[in-house]
Nanobody, 123 residues
C-alpha cells in the first residue's frame, strides 16, 4: 500500500485547508486510514480516522467539531477538511493505513505511512 499526502500550506488563523491522501496498491487489505500530526519536539498524535467503508469515523478531541474526515472510494482518496484553524494546528500531517479499525488511534499499529504534508497556521 502506498500513500501520498498533499494539500498542506500556509493559512491564517481561522482559515481552512483540505488535505488529501491518495492510496494505491492493495488498499482493500487495510481496514482504516488515519491522519496524524507531528510538531517539532512532540510525538506524532492521532487527529482523525475513517474506516475504508466510510461507515466509521473518529476524531481526537482537538479536531472534533473543526475537522471532517471523508473518503472517495472511487478515487481511493481520503480527505481531511480542516476549518477554524489555530496556530497550534501547525504541524506536519501524515496519513497512514492500518489493518484493524480497533487500532485506528494507535500510531504504532500502522504499517503504511505517507510522506507528510506541512500545515502552517499563522496568528
Amino acid at each position: 500500500v502506498q500513500l501520498q499526502a498533499s494539500g498542506g500550506g500556509l493559512v491564517q488563523a481561522g482559515g481552512s485547508l483540505r488535505l488529501s491522501c491518495a492510496a494505491s496498491g492493495s488498499i482493500n487489505s487495510v481496514d482504516a486510514v488515519g491522519w496524524f500530526r507531528q510538531s517539532p519536539g512532540n510525538q506524532r498524535k492521532f487527529v482523525a480516522g475513517i474506516s475504508w467503508s466510510g461507515a466509521l469515523a473518529t476524531y481526537a478531541d482537538s479536531a472534533e467539531g473543526r475537522f471532517t474526515i471523508s473518503r472517495d472510494n472511487a478515487k481511493n482518496t481520503v480527505y481531511l477538511q480542516m476549518n477554524s484553524l489555530k496556530p497550534e494546528d501547525t504541524a506536519v500531517y501524515y496519513c497512514a493505513a492500518v489493518h484493524e479499525w480497533r487500532w485506528v488511534k494507535v500510531s504504532s499499529k500502522y504499517k503504511y505511512w505517507g510522506q507528510g504534508t506541512l500545515v502552517t497556521v499563522s496568528s
